[in-house]
């Protein structure tokens, strides 16, 4: 527990009680509909889109998980969603222009737009449940988990009070002030957030807190940080290791993995701000905006403080963990007592055990620097807010604030998301669909509300952030190419996407629940090839490769969707291309095709702008990054490329046919 003075309350109070109101004070216009509460009225501009889609995924458990990852495998490790970008790109100049011509409420009304009958509205209604609720709620357990951390580092407070502090001010502004007030409270907090993140950034490296260190330059020459500091190798240079945190997501992951807010071709809360947009021109300006900060501006504070938090709190050495670990083998007796009631045991024992187990997962100096913090949550991500736990008075509150901020975006945002699929895609289509506005308004807040209540109850179940990141990749594992190709192939048909949503599911539970006791993963292990990645890995990879000859296969097994429904979908999104072909020969055979519907096949020029985009966006994020590892000259050309880059783009986007 850190100290905490007037001054660092005062800003905090002071930041929670105005962005309270500032995300409440659209709680006149929000209420009167739906369109109003869930989409702004489809009035809003694209930097307002842009800022307020990086602010929900700056939580606070992404500096966490930024943490972990570059103390477990370096900053390359990061390559594990930096190669989202791909995903990012591509919706940008592919997907957000046909999200907003359709003009739906959600992005699952897509099912009923692009299919036909009792089994896409029941599709519909099911994955509201299952991604609004279910899926929604673990994001939101997780983002929980990370405000538990925080306030047993910070405050000292128990994993209740922490999340009552926390979630008493986003339940405030989230239910009055609707989309509108989240995405202009987004706004204000993002400024807040990245204010924060630098400063710690800016204290860890020059303050003298890490070994007397006061410079970058002395920072990245220190022995625990220099194997951690490559951009393009992971600091275990095993080629397993190598295949898990950037060979994969850069050759599979990013377009056959669904993960919330890098959607193969958009989905969930960012397709909502894109339904939000004026036009289809600001809703890809909006999300091309939200790729930049999000990928370009956003982590290098957030990896100074980790690798600074390497010197503060350092790896416990390989031969320490193994004596640790050969310690509780020979203590199993106490480890067994430890687990079944660690009250019950002798001080010195219990704390012998703690620190062991600490010592043998390699956080032992985050153990005894925080003896408070229950080794339940012990974990490299809770070196952030160790760090900041270092911070002097008065900064520390802004941070603090800004770590509230984080959490307070994301929550917001999620909860929107979520009881707009239980109203838009449940309520309003299969309870009551005559229901008054305002009685509809009404439930999306006490939807809201419920979530959150069950979220918190969920985070005290959940352990790291990391886990959970994976956990997310391997349910949606196989499913992208899926949503990637459905907008452009006429195939592909309801049942398509039951038997990829069925598959990847259920392997992800035989993963995650069965592997171990039928020693699949021991095996594994025990095979020499399989060594070239990790059992992680290979329950992705796995994943993708049932789910989607799964999928295909079903495809052709099933009949496709009826052609009135395929050709009013065309008519109204326009997707042109090779895949639609059959469509639209048929829809002018019949004269069917008004005047004004010509197809806008972007596809061409949209991969050009998505290949010119993420050249924009590494060669910004890698020139800042050399610019601070003093390789002057190599930041420079990065830099100039990024700049070449951003002009065609710029170039390049007026060849895309946009209303």
């Not at 899926?135 to 925080?150: D, R, W």
């Not at 303050?207 to 625990?224: K, N």
């Not at 290791?241 to 950037?246: A, E, F, S």
């Not at 990896?303 to 600074?308: K, T």
Request: hydrophobic share 50%; net charge positive.
């Amino acid at each position: 527990m850190i100290p905490i003075t007037w001054l660092d309350a005062w800003i905090i109070v002071g930041f929670l009680l105005s962005v309270v109101l500032v995300g409440s004070w659209a709680a006149r216009y929000s209420g009167q509909n739906t369109e109003s509460f869930f989409l702004s009225g489809r009035n809003m501009p694209w930097w307002l889109l842009g800022v307020s889609m990086v602010a929900c995924t700056f939580s606070c458990d992404t500096p966490n998980l930024v943490t972990e990852i570059v103390r477990l495998n370096g900053v390359a490790g990061n390559w594990v969603w930096w190669a989202f970008l791909l995903t990012g790109m591509l919706t940008v100049f592919v997907y957000a222009g046909l999200w907003r011509r359709s003009g739906l409420d959600t992005d699952l009304g897509f099912y009923e737009l692009r299919y036909s009958g009792r089994s896409a509205a029941f599709l519909r209604g099911f994955r509201a449940i299952y991604l609004g609720v279910f899926y929604n709620l673990i994001i939101l357990g997780g983002v929980s988990l990370a405000a538990i951390k925080i306030g047993q580092i910070l405050f000292g407070l128990s994993p209740h009070m922490s999340l009552l502090v926390s979630m008493t001010g986003v339940a405030i502004y989230a239910t009055l002030g609707g989309l509108t007030g989240s995405m202009w409270a987004d706004f204000y907090q993002f400024g807040v957030a990245m204010t924060g993140a630098v400063f710690a950034a800016v204290y860890a490296v020059r303050s003298g807190m890490a070994d007397g260190v006061t410079s970058l330059g002395e920072l990245f020459t220190h022995p625990a940080v220099v194997p951690n500091l490559a951009l393009f190798r992971p600091s275990s240079h095993d080629l397993s290791t190598l295949m898990t945190v950037m060979i994969l997501p850069l050759a599979v992951q990013w377009w056959n993995v669904w993960y919330p807010g890098a959607e193969p071709g958009g989905g969930g809360f960012v397709v909502q701000r894109m339904l939000s947009a004026k036009n289809e021109r600001h809703a890809v300006g909006g999300t091309l905006l939200f790729n930049v900060l999000h990928y370009a501006v956003r982590p290098w504070p957030w990896i100074l403080v980790a690798l600074a938090s390497m010197v503060v709190f350092p790896l416990t050495p390989q031969p320490e963990r193994e004596a640790a670990r050969m310690w509780l083998e020979a203590h199993a007796a106490e480890v067994r007592g430890y687990a079944a009631d660690k009250a019950a045991l002798p001080d010195e024992v219990r704390e012998a055990v703690r620190l062991k187990r600490a010592d043998a997962a390699g956080v032992g100096s985050l153990a005894r620097a925080f003896p408070r913090v229950d080794d339940t949550y012990l974990g490299h991500d809770i070196a952030y807010p160790g760090m900041v736990s270092r911070m002097p008075g008065g900064w520390r509150g802004l941070i603090v604030a800004s770590l509230i901020a984080a959490y307070m975006s994301t929550v917001a945002t999620l909860l929107n998301w979520g009881s707009s699929y239980v109203v838009q895609d449940v309520y309003l289509r299969f309870i009551r669909s005559q229901a008054p506005p305002r009685h509809a308004v009404r439930i999306g807040r006490l939807t809201m509300l419920a979530m959150l209540l069950v979220s918190a109850w969920i985070a005290f179940h959940m352990t790291t952030v990391k886990d959970i990141f994976h956990v997310l990749l391997q349910v949606g594992a196989g499913t992208g190419l899926l949503y990637i190709l459905r907008w452009f192939w006429w195939r592909i048909n309801v049942w398509s996407e039951v038997a990829a949503m069925t598959v990847s599911f259920v392997v992800a539970l035989f993963f995650q629940f069965g592997a171990a006791p039928l020693g699949i993963e021991s095996a594994m292990a025990d095979a020499g090839w399989f060594r070239l990645m990790d059992f992680t890995s290979w329950k992705m990879v796995s994943g993708i490769l049932f789910t989607t000859v799964a999928w295909v296969a079903v495809t052709y097994l099933t009949p496709p969707v009826d052609d009135r429904t395929l050709m009013a979908f065309c008519r109204k999104i326009r997707p042109g291309g090779p895949g639609w072909k059959r469509i639209t020969e048929r829809t002018q055979a019949a004269g069917d095709e008004p005047a004004g519907t010509e197809p806008c096949w972007n596809v061409p020029a949209g991969l050009v702008c998505m290949l010119l985009g993420c050249l924009l966006v590494w060669a910004a994020l890698f020139g800042v990054g050399y610019l601070l590892y003093d390789r002057i000259a190599l930041g420079c050309v990065m830099s100039g490329i990024a700049a070449v880059a951003a002009y065609g783009v710029w170039k390049q986007m007026g060849r895309l046919r946009l209303g």
